[in-house]
């Protein structure tokens, strides 16, 4: 790989010792003169030749950060690389294409991605290609340990055609399978989003994202969303921008709204008692998309509410808590 063509931003690039050897120089003058011991001004000297031979490495920050730094499986990772506006920057992190966009301001670029809730913990690779408008390609790949994640197990009764469909609600779920697989298809090619994400209800939010839950005894599942203790009929509003790219009754989900904000991420809201908006429909966030309800596959009213990123289902909490505002 050619690397001679990249040339590193100012704050990479490296680090004159000026600093250290005045701050140790004062600080050999200032012992000499309280206390004139060798032994001191010999350590002293030892300290200075190793700082300056540390601040001959390149500067510590780093061309691709992570955010949360702690990556568990269901995390969000808000991914920031620096390199050329011009350059071309080409992802890939546990099967799932990364697309890049450049920040607002221009400094850096980003990407939205996230790591799967049944992901398995261990070491990952985070390919990260910058080809260069000059030519050449910059290998900016790192190793990324994926650490567990504690999720609870819960266990909850519902109505039975829920755990055990017939052969009629059974072709409605295949069908209802490849309208999703359709619509998760087709995001939108820039990002839709702007800012931080917010919560979708005033409501209490449960820690319910990942629980193993038994239904009825018998089937298991992976909870891939956040429940809300929202009563029947609060207003459920979109978190962030976007586009409605399905809202209709499903067979588990209830009546159920999905949200495209682009590069393949993508929200969900289920259990309905009413939708409010319509497929193709562009959203602003804070926008009403209809009211909570107990339709669909539940114990009672509530809002389940789920973030999708090219397949991989994320916490909700956490995409809640990253800030944004510095991406776009
Ligand atoms: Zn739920």
């Known amino acids: 790989m050619n690397s ?16 250290t050897i005045q701050l140790a120089t004062m600080l ?33 920050s780093p061309p691709v950060t992570l955010t949360p730094a702690v990556v568990v499986a269901g995390s969000p990772e808000l991914i920031r690389v620096e390199a050329p506006a011009t350059a071309q920057l080409d992802g890939e992190w546990l099967g799932r294409k990364l697309e890049f966009f450049r920040s607002r ?31 050449g390609v910059r290998d900016l790949s790192r190793t990324i340990l994926v650490r567990p994640a504690h999720y609870r197990t819960g266990a909850l009764t519902v ?13 409605e779920i295949q069908a209802e399978v490849q309208l ?30 990942g629980t193993r839950r038994m239904f009825n005894g018998k089937l298991a599942s992976i909870h891939k969303g956040m429940d809300f203790r ?15 790219v399905l809202a209709r009754p499903l067979y588990y989900e209830g009546n159920c709204v999905i949200i495209d904000h682009g590069l393949g991420l993508f929200t969900l809201s289920m259990h309905f008692s009413r939708i409010d908006v319509k497929e193709g429909q562009h959203v602003a966030q ?4 209809g009211r909570s309800g107990a339709t669909g596959r539940v114990t009672g009213p509530h809002l389940h509410w789920a973030v999708r990123w090219q397949g991989a289902y994320l916490d909700p909490a956490k995409l809640l808590r990253l800030n944004l505002a510095q991406a776009r």
Request: proline share 10%; with cysteine.
């Open 4 to 19: 001679s063509t990249w040339h590193p931003p100012e704050k990479l690039r490296w680090s004159g010792p000026n600093t």
């Open 28 to 60: 050999i003058e200032m012992t000499c003169l309280r206390n004139r011991c060798p032994r001191v001004l010999f350590i002293l000297l030892m300290v200075t030749a190793i700082a300056c031979a540390a601040d001959r490495r390149p500067s510590p």
């Open 105 to 135: 301001d221009g400094h850096a670029w980003f990407a939205l991605a996230g790591v799967d809730v049944e992901a398995t913990p261990g070491s990952s690779t985070l390919h990260i290609d910058a080809k260069l408008a000059a030519g």
């Open 159 to 171: 109505a039975p055609r829920f755990v055990q469909p017939g052969p009629e609600e059974m072709k």
């Open 180 to 209: 999703k697989e359709k619509v998760f298809a087709a995001s939108a090619s820039e990002p839709e989003w702007t800012g931080d994400f917010r919560a979708p209800v005033a409501a209490a939010p449960t820690d319910s994202f």
């Open 230 to 244: 929202a009563g029947m009929g609060t207003v459920v509003r979109a978190a962030n921008s976007g586009t409605v």
């Open 286 to 289: 804070g926008q009403p998309i």
